[in-house]
């Protein structure tokens, strides 16, 4: 069945469980969304289009991919509105898909601006779709970029009136996503190094032992429960930051909180900071850490970018969040 480029990447949301996407027009995929019976929410501006998505993204932990459309082309105005959200979503770490017009073929030379260049410092991916039947081939790419690795916001382009393709002999079967395990032998080592500490703190009660240091990496891996299990097997206090608020039950005997003097105090005073799911970067969201040339640090990140950024760290362990906790838990016991 010959269909429209518009309604084969309508479709395709659909498949991909998308329930709505954010707006602020003109995008030539907006009439093709409404047609297949995906509202469309309107916002006051590019900005928020792309936080509103931004937000969904978030608040289901990843679970719900948020999708905006925006007004792309030969004149992009409404991409470089969107430009801001987009860096935003991107450090961090937000898997979010905008969409936007593309160039038409041979009408690159009408514009100075090229959109690749310029999106290319704040989105994980951008696929320029030029021609109909690539269209599954691009949003299987898209959605493998959104649900594996570290998340981050990704760009499609679709230039309006591209033509159309057979579904039939093009079809779309939904992405998954794939996530990697830790090293058994980073798993080990690190377990080493937090029984040390903990066996340091019980011969000398005047240390502080080890403490959890929680990114919202715990969201994104579904690994809240298994945190929760972690820290009561080993008895470890537990940090959050500011966007990992909620990862861990602020009335548990061993959360520190967030922010304040409790918290301030745990982290100026442990021997080893364990951090699961933040890649420790320095910002207005993130605690800075009290002088960490002197704390062993455990690093578990989803990506190796992280490693060795703003501080030396003494053990990393690379993976998904929920494995890496699960690594730990069957070490440790």
Request: hydrophobic share 40%.
């Amino acid at each position: 069945m010959q269909i429209s480029a518009a309604k084969g990447l309508a479709r395709i949301l659909k498949a991909e469980g998308v329930e709505w996407v954010s707006t602020f027009p003109v995008c030539c995929v907006n009439n093709a969304l409404g047609q297949e019976g995906i509202p469309l929410l309107m916002m006051r501006d590019e900005r928020y289009a792309v936080a509103v998505a931004d937000a969904w993204s978030r608040v289901t932990g990843g679970k719900k991919i948020g999708v905006c459309t925006v007004m792309g082309g030969i004149n992009p105005a409404g991409l470089q509105i969107a430009y801001g959200a987009l860096a935003q979503a991107f450090e961090d770490s937000s898997p979010l898909l905008c969409i936007a017009d593309g160039v038409p073929a041979g009408a690159t030379s009408n514009s100075h601006y090229d959109i690749s260049l310029g999106f290319k410092a704040v989105t994980k991916w951008i696929g320029h779709i030029d021609q109909p039947r690539r269209v599954p081939e691009f949003m299987r790419r898209a959605f493998t970029y959104l649900r594996t690795g570290r998340p981050g916001p990704v760009l499609i382009t679709l230039p309006a009136s591209l033509g159309d393709y057979d579904e039939d002999e093009y079809p779309y079967i939904p992405v998954k996503g794939w996530k990697s395990a830790p090293d058994p032998s980073d798993v080990k080592s690190a377990v080493k190094a937090l029984l040390a500490a903990k066996n340091s703190r019980l011969r000398d009660p005047a240390k502080a032992g080890p403490l959890l240091y929680v990114g919202e990496g715990v969201f994104y891996g579904d690994a809240t429960n298994e945190l929760l299990q972690f820290a009561e097997m080993a008895q470890i206090p537990v940090l959050t930051t500011l966007k990992a608020k909620s990862a861990f039950p602020e009335n548990h005997p061993l959360s520190v909180g967030v922010r304040g003097e409790l918290a301030v105090a745990w982290m100026r005073k442990c021997d080893l900071l364990l951090a699961i799911g933040s890649s420790l970067s320095r910002g207005h969201f993130r605690h800075v850490i009290p002088n960490a040339k002197d704390k062993t640090i455990i690093q578990c990140t989803i990506d190796e970018l992280d490693i060795n950024k703003s501080y030396k760290v003494d053990y990393a362990i690379i993976g998904d969040a929920k494995f890496t906790l699960q690594a730990l838990l069957q070490a440790w016991g």
